[in-house]
């Protein structure tokens, strides 16, 4: 009797579950099709995930790429960013580094790993003879550039890998290490010079389908449309020069699959140094079912953290709800 693969587990939770995370996107109880890689759904950048993802439209620095490669545009010094995603069924791990290359442009590159975790191989007595490791890793390269002061577009390649290893007498476990690669390309246009209203849009995952095992096992990969805006409003607290609001919203669609999620969220900006957030968004399997998100943000020059914490969707008994954590540092 063969034991239950972790992956189809992990694949599993994260469609019925994570719904913050991951918008409900494969329920087959619903009859919305198949996707393969769900973890590319995963959000990543405690920046945008504590306004409740609602960030095409945001300047975020390297993670920001997660959300849309043309925020990389924006970037004038050389940064770096390490992200860690955690929830009941997986940890995940980033490290994000742009290079602006003057008017040439600014260059990204990122590497993904993601932990489903380990689970005992059993034999047909159920005696355990080994242990299952399911891991994913995403490779990125990047490259964002600017037109005039109003418009930023980038792309993004993703080399996508996904296995499953056993260690220990495995001959009657399932196996395997498979690859695939994806593109993200997005837009950011300012609608007047002081960039106060800006409009964004991306395409995320849009790539070939991952072949787990053999053809018939082949899923497309999840590609997503996304479409919104921010808007800042500067000065607003007179005892406090610098202090700033900015609020977005969001909508994501799902082609030829299923209805679109929308999302929304603001962010005080405290003179620059400390960062208050907070959103929404909703199931695009149940648009009337909401979610949350909440997150803070601080800078002390060249060094910055950011943290978030998401909410909603179906909990798992005993399980801290999904937590988000990004650390920044300047190389100027």
Not at 171 to 183: D, E, L, R
Not at 210 to 227: F, K, S
Request: aromatic share 8%; proline share 4%.
């Amino acid at each position: 009797m063969r034991a239950v693969a972790p992956w189809a587990v992990a694949s599993w939770a994260l469609a019925a579950t994570a719904s913050l995370a991951l918008p409900a996107h494969a329920r087959a109880q619903s009859g919305i099709a198949t996707e393969g890689a769900l973890f590319l759904l995963v959000p990543l950048g405690a920046q945008a995930i504590g306004r409740g993802q609602a960030a095409v439209a945001s300047r975020l620095g390297p993670d920001g790429v997660w959300s849309n490669p043309a925020a990389l545009g924006w970037t004038h010094g050389r940064e770096l960013a390490v992200d860690h995603a955690a929830n009941a069924f997986l940890t995940g791990d980033a490290l994000d580094v742009a290079y602006p290359l003057g008017r040439a442009g600014v260059l990204g590159a990122s590497a993904l790993l993601f932990n489903f975790g380990d689970q005992g191989a059993t034999d047909q007595f159920g005696n355990t003879i080994g242990t299952i490791y399911s891991r994913a890793m995403v490779l990125a390269s990047s490259y964002a550039a600017t037109f005039g002061t109003r418009v930023s577009a980038g792309v993004t390649y993703k080399f996508i890998r996904q296995s499953q290893v056993c260690s220990g007498a495995c001959s009657n476990q399932t196996t395997f290490s498979v690859s695939t690669s994806a593109f993200d390309m997005g837009v950011h246009v300012a609608a007047d010079s002081a960039g106060r209203l800006t409009f964004g849009a991306a395409i995320r995952n849009a790539g070939f389908g991952l072949q787990t095992i053999d053809e018939e096992q082949t899923d497309p990969l999840p590609a997503r449309v996304h479409i919104g805006a921010e808007y800042r409003w500067d000065d607003v607290w007179r005892g406090m020069p610098g202090t700033a609001v900015r609020a977005s919203a969001e909508v994501v669609a799902r082609p030829g699959i299923g209805p679109a999620s929308v999302r929304g969220g603001v962010e005080l900006d405290l003179a620059r140094r400390l960062f208050i957030r907070g959103g929404v968004l909703t199931e695009s399997s149940d648009p009337s079912r909401l979610n949350g998100a909440i997150g803070l943000g601080y800078r002390q020059g060249a060094l910055g953290i950011d943290l978030a914490r998401s909410f909603g969707g179906a909990a798992v008994q005993g399980a801290a709800p999904p937590t988000y954590l990004t650390l920044r540092l300047g190389l100027r």
